[in-house]
């Protein structure tokens, strides 16, 4: 059938994860929305199915040479679809770019400028017109020699590299140092070139610690190793890389976010001292429009440049580069985003605003007659800013495509031209298409989940809020653009800290209220005086009121298929065992290792235990495909032939938990790990799904779940930063009773939350704003849910109330 006449997208017998053989037409040129619970299998059909289907047959039409490096990804499991245009996925995936992926790099906005300056900037008389990659830091045109072009220059101290002067060299002296084979082969080379590795560091001479840490030299020598656990070493030329080369070098260089983290803190960063932080030549920052720097400007929140862009008077060529650069920056500022400048780092943005940015960017692509495919576009937006997105979806689907968005925010969904909602329940309980069709047909399905939320048939809530305990009172927080707040969270209660995007809710909790915490716990003071200094504050009273802080946030629990929920919570740890005291396992001699796939011996050596390959495609993103061999079955044949209750360790990882709830019902060890799971709403995954499988939410209630198993002792402050991202409402329920049970049992709850249906039902709310980045960092309003709602200059107040009044 022909897709350009065919006005719907046909799916026929898709089957991808729980998807029970489903048969699903989606009309073309509207905004279709994918509704259910986690788990239900609506990201299944919309990035699992459609988009994975559009995206296979773009690697088809790619020519036959590139086609082979591409030929192991799988299809997806559907019998076909038809009417299907070319796909764009916008995902929610966190950047995992370096300091040089900034919002002007994400946008393209900084070419833009870059190229106004060059064109149009005012030149120093007798100087010549620079080309645009000149005042760019990522090109060798531009970047300053001294920083290469990152503003600030990162340097480091023996103190920083040598904590411990009493260890000697083979006791890890030099913390900064790598672990496993790297170090100990760095600790080999010394030793092979002379210098004594067993003595106290602080009895090597002065010279010869100045050369081991800091020497620029990279001496190679011949190597011998010390016969190790039995195995002859053959000797090997070892090249010699100094403690502060080896930092700097994986500080700059390294792709893991984890080794890179682990370096920074042996370094200190201070502002570049030839360029000033501007990160560009000094013949770049000689040029200027309208009075400021090229650095300047890209310093300034994107609503303040705008305004710098629009009262600003220049030649034609000028006037048409900033009507350009005004309208690109007007559908950024639109999405809520006015607050970020062009040179924020892309690490630093939620996964909410990365997507917000490259949506921004695709509606001035100007392509028509694709399907978009979105994650909760909504994920971290204020209820202020969701008629913006709406408004935007609405211009996408103008320009003549099909937007299709997997979404809980029931103001977008309400705004729908399409609903199709999967359940009705998760896992192996949900994969059906209970209803496709305009939103107002969901109020006849009874047993969809989403059914009583969008049509306002939930049960209200009538808990009064409760009495504090006593409170943490920071005083003078100056962080970001908090400046000199005062606050109080109190004690035994749940409090939730609102306000729009970039308001500095997530700075105030996330970073200094948990970071005054980790601070006292490492170092637990008596309650400090006032006027004490402590982080971002000017002083803190009750800290010593918390025994123990427990962050949970959506950062993934491992990043690749090696790391999954059951390894996370322990409760590998106990199916082992098991495994290791069946009959079998005895006669043949297996231990508990046996059954581990990360170890040798009972793993698949194809795959080393993964259950898949890495698929490099070379201008494509890697991708994983199921192991060859086992099928991603992970172990080898005599590994699986091992059963308890008939069932292989690998068909045992493969149990959903409300499975392995019955399986193992009579071992307390393991109830314990998989009630606590079903509790917090995960039933539906199963024991072994990859950590590369779980969504931000998935993984943050994984954790929350690890952390309620444990026996609790003394006062606890539980922070979350936006728990409710990526959960149905129904889900937000099951969630919101595990909060609130903590604080019945006495502990603390803060939550940086959106969901004001959460919101309501907290005892405390701290309502930050009343705008994002310049425009924020006060406390606009704090109280009783019913106070806050009532609020003047509050942004938060009038969806709060309407809140209220449906609760």
Known sequence: MSTSHDPYVRVRGAREHNLRDVDVDIPRDTLTVFTGVSGSGKSSLAFGTIYAEAQRRYFESVAPYARRLIHQVGAPAVGGITGLPPAVSLEQRRSSAGERSSVGTVTTLSNSLRMLFSRAGDYPEGAGRLDSDSFSPNTAAGACPECHGLGRIHRTSEELLVPDPSLSIREGAIAAWPGAWQGKNLRDILDALGYDVDR????????????????????????????????IQRPYQGTYMSARRYVLHTFADSRSRTLRTRAERFLTSVPCPVCGGGRLRPEAMAVTFAGRTIAELAALPLAALSEVLRTTD???????????????????????????????????????????????TQLRSGLFGVVYVLDEPSAGLHPADTASLLAVLGRLKEAGNTVFVVEHELDVVRQADWLVDVGPLAGEHGGRVLHSGPPAGL?????????????????????????????????????????????????????????????????????VLAGVLADRRASPPADLPEGAAVRDCVSARGLEAVDRLVQVDQKPIGRTPRSNLATYTGLFDVVRKLFAETETAKERGYRAGRFSFNVVG?????????????????????????CPDCHGARYNPPTLEVTLRGLSVAGVLDLTVEAAAGFFAGVPAAERSLRTLNEVGLGYLRLGQPATELSGGEAQRIKLAAELQRTRRGHTLYVLDEPTTGLHPADVEVLMRQLHGLVDAGSTVVVVEHDMAVVAGADHVIDMGPGGGEEGGRIVAAGTPAEVAR???????????RALRAG
Request: aromatic share 8%; glycine share 10%.
């Open 791 to 801: 609020s003047a200059g509050s942004r938060t107040a009038p969806f709060l109330a």
């Open 200 to 231: 106290p560091w602080s009895w090597l001479a002065a010279a010869d610690r100045e050369w081991i840490l800091f020497t620029d030299e990279q001496p190679v020598v011949t190597v011998h190793p010390v016969r190790d656990a039995g195995r």
């Open 314 to 360: 220049g030649d034609a060529t000028a006037r048409v580069m900033t009507t350009d650069l005004l309208a690109r920056i007007g559908t950024v500022t639109e999405l809520g985003l006015g607050y970020l400048s062009l040179d924020r780092t892309a690490p630093t943005l939620s996964s909410g605003e990365l997507q917000r940015l490259r949506l921004a």
């Open 443 to 511: 109020a006849e399905v009874a047993e969809s989940a989403t059914r009583r939320f969008l049509f306002g048939t939930a049960p209200p809530s009538t808990r009064p809020p409760r009495t504090p305990v006593g409170g943490l009172r920071l005083a003078g927080v100056r962080r970001h653009n908090v400046r000199g707040v005062d606050v109080t969270f109190p004690l035994g209660v749940f409090t939730a800290v609102t306000g729009v995007s970039g308001s500095g809710k997530s700075t105030l909790v996330g970073q």
């Open 602 to 626: 009972g793993r698949c050596e194809t795959c080393q235990g993964e259950g898949f390959v890495s698929v490099e495609l070379l201008f494509l993103p890697s991708t994983y495909t199921p």
